[in-house]
């Protein structure tokens, strides 16, 4: 395991996605993370797309990606480039999808414990929406990504869990309406808390996690094959393991802090 904490910050990934969308990025966004740029262009000889579709698995720490790499390794047929960040601090869900998706640090954005007001600064949907283009979030309902951007002129679907999550972000990418598609999944988070990170339980949730993952880009392969395509699979924070034994996460400790993204651009095929 990486005992040493991860340098690049999540906030570089706001402007990152907003540049390959040819979208000007968000007020207070940090700079956008050129290695991350420089490496998709050289995989996919493509530097700009007219789809993002990120997928947004909770809790996945950088080590537990290492740990169960096998579960993980199909995804990476998907998006084959794997960026490691160092989330924002506290490592909690609404502090670190606010950063993710504003490319602000907490005491900007405004969440800086667990708890999920609407965000109110500038964000990537404002940004979307501002260069006419339709940005959509799949959520659990009543999760962090479900309620705090709110309020924004945009599609947003809130359903009963993770299954039914992925089988709504299934049938817009079919529709292919929308140009930026958030879609959120929980399981592991849940199932960690309860058990711990290693349990049965949670070895499960990871495998639904990749599954739901490679079946959201074949939908992409045959459904957006008209447009350039940047596929995500972007956790929030990781997680420990407490001494009470229970998974827990919101320490300044690399194990809830460092966490790899993977990345792809699925080109256009007509
Ligand atoms: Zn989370």
């Avoid at 040493?4 to 999540?10: D, G, I, S």
């Avoid at 969440?111 to 260069?131: H, M, N, S």
């Amino acid at each position: 395991m990486n005992k040493e904490f991860f340098t690049t910050p999540l906030t570089s990934l706001c402007a990152t996605l907003c540049d390959f969308a040819g979208v000007k990025p968000p007020e207070f966004a940090a700079p956008s993370c050129e290695e991350l740029k420089e490496r998709l262009t050289a995989q996919s000889g493509v530097s700009s797309v007219d789809r993002i579709l990120m997928y947004n698995p909770d809790a996945v720490a950088d080590y537990i990606y290492d740990k169960y790499y096998d579960k993980f390794a199909p995804c990476e047929a998907v998006a084959p480039i794997r960026q490691r960040f160092i989330t924002v601090y506290p490592p909690k869900t609404p502090v670190c999808f606010a950063s993710m998706y504003t490319g602000a640090l907490p005491e900007k954005h405004g969440i800086t414990k667990y708890e999920k007001p609407v965000v109110t600064i500038d964000t990537i949907f404002d940004a979307f929406i501002r260069a006419g283009k339709k940005p959509c979030i799949v959520s659990v309902k009543n999760q962090s990504m479900d309620k705090i951007f709110k309020g924004r002129d945009m599609a947003y679907f809130s359903e009963t869990y993770d299954d039914e999550v992925v089988e709504r972000a299934l049938e817009l990418i079919e529709k292919d309406e929308h140009d930026l598609l958030c879609v959120y999944n929980q399981r592991y988070d849940d199932s960690m808390h309860r058990s711990h990170p290693n349990s049965k339980r949670s070895q499960h949730a990871l495998d639904c996690y990749a599954s739901s993952f490679i079946k959201l880009g074949e939908k992409v392969n045959t459904c957006w094959e008209k447009h350039d395509t940047l596929i995500g699979f972007a956790p929030d924070h990781g997680v420990h393991r407490m001494i009470i034994g229970l998974g827990n996460h919101g320490s300044n400790i690399p194990k809830d802090m460092n966490i790899s993204h993977l990345y792809g651009i699925i080109p256009k095929k007509i």
